[in-house]
């Protein structure tokens, strides 16, 4: 076998940061997908991107042959900050800089750095700085507002993170103006604790319109491995969050396990046993292999380096192979802008890099077991006809008199014979927008195996309302009946870091510029993690009094974690 180069992009050198030239290559040894690249002061390094190169050389291809790619037709415009020109060289402009391609799917906020956990495993470093950042109420408003000034296609999702987002009490506050504001779906990033001890506040933010809790679930009835990723057995607190989620009547948990090689690796079985157990809760699981941090070997690095293909591996150990294909996040970038048209709601399109994770549903049976979704649906089929009907809706386009069409009188849909232009022109006409659905309905039959079943199967009543009326709420009732959705997200570090993905990534922090206050900076989510998160806090660190309180609130976080232990 010969070495085989798949793509060259630009990296970093995980030593001083600086841009230098990457490859990504095929291991001719052991069939590895690597990175590798050469700094002149510091030398070469390596990296394992997947633990097999077929699948991912497919991936890179598939989303394009299924003609899912909408181009950059989401590349952000200037918007109220305006977006910069690059003057150091992406990724050290983000603001956003004129070289991103993507528009955010997900606008995510960190409204506090303080947390009530000291994690060894943790994104944002929370608690250990010695400084707190929190916006204002006011400044979380202009954060949001900027985010939803966006053009061609601002973000229709919330995420509120942290530190911890629920020491806040005006957390109830912040889900509700983002609601005002226009996003479609508000979550919350959480360790649970909160939500645990206090039924009440949960329920305080669900009425505000908190529509999924992102929940920290990094495994189930493990001590050992809760204490190496998070410092303290965390299971009964879990546990206490469920129970509290069926007493005030919430669903819209998401698990997401950090997966660390050696430590939790073990856990993705139970994990998704948990979840299909709690499906009248748990709306799905979004995996992410650990970033490392710090300088590490070459050696240390494989020994701890966890892909997203050994991801789909344990996946399928622990369903039986329920998932026979992982779809790129970007596979669902026209349907996802589809069903937001027919539900009239702000649209939205998942246009990632195809190394930023999947996403794909995994079905629980009517005998409580794992099934494929391509048992019941020829998912590739279906995906296919979705692009076909967006790009007619693009053009603007009426389906030919044929088949079903041929007894829809346009004038009861509200268009006139001799006004058929006007109608087309007329996007947003009830009359053109009920057609289409009727038309996509006819189309997505044929992609159904077996009508009968799914139709008249508990498993699949989600997807009969679906199909009956197709649009985003329909499809989240999908969900809602015991049918999982199952993805990942590998967030990058300093070893693996890509620029071809950070141009296409989807999920932008916004925070207010430490040197304008007027001027929100909106960071993809990779960079602001890898290269900027340190500077941009510091110099928004509250000082003097402030800092004083935030003493006060770390004796308070010490004074929990006893209580946790014992």
Same mark, same amino acid.
Not at 3 to 27: F, G, Q
Not at 128 to 135: I, L, M, N, Q, R
Not at 549 to 560: P, S
């Given at each position: /076998?010969?070495?085989?180069?798949? =793509?060259?992009? =630009?990296?970093? %050198?995980?030593? %001083?940061?600086?841009?230098?030239?990457?490859?990504? !290559? +095929?291991?001719?040894?052991?069939?590895?997908? /690597?990175? =590798?690249?050469?700094?002149?002061?510091?030398?070469?390094?390596k990296d394992k991107l997947a633990r097999e190169s077929e699948e991912y050389k497919w991936a890179q291809t598939f989303t394009d042959e299924l003609g899912s790619t909408i181009n950059n037709s989401t590349k952000p415009e200037y918007v109220n900050s305006g977006i910069k020109d690059t003057v150091k060289g992406c990724p050290n402009d983000c603001g956003l800089c004129n070289n991103h391609k993507s528009a955010p799917n997900i606008a995510l906020i960190d409204v506090t750095n303080r947390c009530n956990l000291t994690c060894p495993i943790c994104f944002a470093?929370?608690?250990?700085?010695? !400084? +707190?950042?929190?916006?204002?109420?006011d400044q979380l408003v202009q954060i949001m507002e900027h985010f939803r000034s966006m053009k061609p296609v601002p973000p229709v999702l919330l995420q509120l993170s942290g530190g911890e987002p629920t020491i806040r009490d005006d957390l109830p506050d912040v889900i509700r103006k983002g609601v005002e504001l226009g996003f479609v779906e508000v979550m919350v990033t959480t360790n649970g604790v909160r939500f645990a001890k206090s039924p009440e506040y949960m329920k305080k933010c669900m009425d505000a319109g908190m529509k999924a809790i992102y929940l920290q679930f990094d495994a189930t009835d493990d001590p050992e491995a809760w204490k190496k990723i998070r410092g303290v057995n965390l299971w009964p607190l879990k546990k206490k969050v469920f129970e509290n989620a069926r007493k005030i009547g919430y669903f819209g948990i998401v698990l997401v396990p950090v997966i660390a090689k050696g430590v939790n690796d073990h856990q993705v079985g139970?994990? /998704?046993?948990?979840?299909?157990?709690?499906?009248?809760?748990?709306?799905?699981?979004?995996?992410?292999?650990?970033?490392? %941090?710090? =300088?590490?070997s070459f050696e240390e690095l494989m020994d701890l380096r966890y892909t997203t293909s050994d991801l789909k591996v344990a996946i399928n150990e622990a369903t039986g192979n329920a998932i026979t294909r992982f779809y790129p996040i970007a596979t669902s970038a026209k349907m996802t802008r589809l069903l937001a048209w027919f539900d009239d709601v702000p649209e939205f399109s998942m246009t990632s890099h195809k190394d930023c994770g999947f996403a794909t549903i995994c079905i629980v049976n009517d005998k409580d077991e794992w099934e494929p979704l391509d048992k019941y649906f020829d998912v590739e089929g279906l995906m296919r006809w979705s692009n076909k009907t967006y790009d007619m809706v693009q053009k603007q386009e009426i389906p030919k008199p044929t088949g079903f069409l041929k007894n829809i009188n346009l004038e009861d849909l509200g268009a006139v014979p001799n006004t058929i232009g006007k109608f087309i022109d007329d996007m947003t006409s009830l009359g053109y927008r009920q057609m289409m659905k009727a038309y996509y309905l006819a189309g997505s039959m044929r992609y159904v195996k077996n009508p009968t079943k799914v139709l008249t199967s508990k498993t699949f009543q989600g997807f009969a309302r679906l199909v009956m009326a197709p649009n985003l709420s329909s499809a989240a009732n999908f969900l809602h009946t015991r049918n999982l959705l199952v993805s990942a997200m590998h967030f990058q570090d300093a070893y693996n870091f890509d620029l071809d993905r950070i141009c296409q990534c989807l999920v932008h922090y916004g925070v207010i510029d430490p040197n304008d206050n007027s001027k929100v900076l909106e960071i993809p989510f990779c960079a602001m993690n890898t290269l900027h998160r340190e500077g941009i806090e510091k110099a928004l660190a509250i000082q003097g009094e402030e800092a004083k309180?935030?003493?006060?609130?770390?004796?308070?976080?010490?004074?929990?974690l006893e209580t946790i232990k014992d």
């Open positions: /076998m010969t070495e085989e180069i798949i =793509r060259r992009t =630009r990296s970093i %050198c995980p030593e %001083c940061l600086k841009v230098i030239p990457a490859e990504i !290559y +095929v291991d001719p040894e052991t069939d590895f997908v /690597m990175m =590798r690249k050469n700094c002149e002061e510091h030398g070469d390094f470093n929370a608690s250990a700085k010695g !400084y +707190v950042v929190e916006p204002t109420f139970p994990i /998704m046993e948990f979840a299909k157990q709690n499906t009248d809760v748990v709306s799905g699981i979004v995996f992410q292999p650990v970033s490392l %941090c710090g =300088r590490i309180k935030a003493d006060v609130i770390q004796a308070e976080i010490k004074e929990l």
